[in-house]
């Protein structure tokens, strides 16, 4: 059973690409992530605000973009990424932050 996951791309206000995602990233759906995430090409902006769950496979497929990537996350996420070094490969928002993309 694939678990629910929302992808909905759209442009930062300075025109990057952006892709807001929301629902649970895990082994069931990281392909349609991925599929998303190689539909482009140069900088995007990944809105992970809406994930609930980032399982080892998620992770996987933004380490696999992550030099084209810059995440903005929730606070219950940035510990995951930087345990797993994805936060010393991208820059990376947290909310608490109130920090505007780059991009």
Do not use: K, W
């Amino acid at each position: 059973m694939t678990t629910p996951l929302t992808l909905t791309p759209d442009r930062s206000p300075q025109g990057t690409a952006r892709l807001a995602v929301s629902g649970e990233i895990d082994m069931s759906n990281a392909g349609r992530l991925a599929e998303a995430l190689d539909s482009g090409s140069g900088p995007l902006i990944v809105d992970l605000t809406g994930v609930e769950y980032l399982d080892s496979a998620g992770l996987s497929v933004l380490f696999a973009h992550a030099e084209r990537l810059e995440l903005i996350v929730p606070p219950l996420l940035g510990p995951l990424l930087s345990v797993s070094g994805l936060a010393d490969l991208v820059t990376v928002h947290g909310l608490e932050t109130n920090q505007p993309p780059r991009c």
